[in-house]
């Protein structure tokens, strides 16, 4: 069992930068694909970026190539989100999902556990 929390969110204008972390539990946390998935309002769940279990990979969605990236401290049982030069329509609730797999994964029903949510909000 896996738990993992998000934080970070908030208020950026737009072209600024945020970064989000997500606390995971664990002692396993290093065997994890981890990702990092968006919902904004009345759009369904899209995936944003996903790191392998040792970090030497990644992948991203096209929208966000770079402008975001995505890293992990496996002994801080932690992955990041660093977000930049942020748009309006980056806008939305953030999630933060664990993969048993261990591998990167961009569809969301590879993913075993899901946190919260963290609010991120661009203003134009």
């Known amino acids: 069992q896996v738990r993992v929390v998000e934080s970070g969110g908030g208020l950026v204008q737009a072209g600024g930068s945020l970064r989000l972390s997500c606390a995971a539990s664990g002692r396993t946390f290093g065997n994890y694909g981890m990702g990092w998935f968006r919902q904004a309002p009345g759009k369904e769940r899209e995936f944003v970026a996903a790191?392998?279990?040792?970090?030497?990979?990644?992948t991203y969605a096209d929208s966000v190539k770079g402008r975001f990236t995505i890293s992990r401290d496996n002994a801080k049982n932690t992955v990041y989100l660093q977000m930049n030069t942020m748009k309006f329509e980056d806008t939305a609730v953030y999630y933060c999902?664990?993969?048993?797999?261990?591998?990167?994964?961009?569809?969301?029903?590879?993913?075993?556990?899901w946190g919260q949510g963290t609010q991120v909000t661009v203003s134009s």
């Open positions: 999902a664990a993969s048993a797999g261990g591998y990167y994964n961009t569809e969301g029903t590879r993913y075993d556990y």
């Open positions: 790191i392998n279990w040792s970090g030497r990979s990644t």
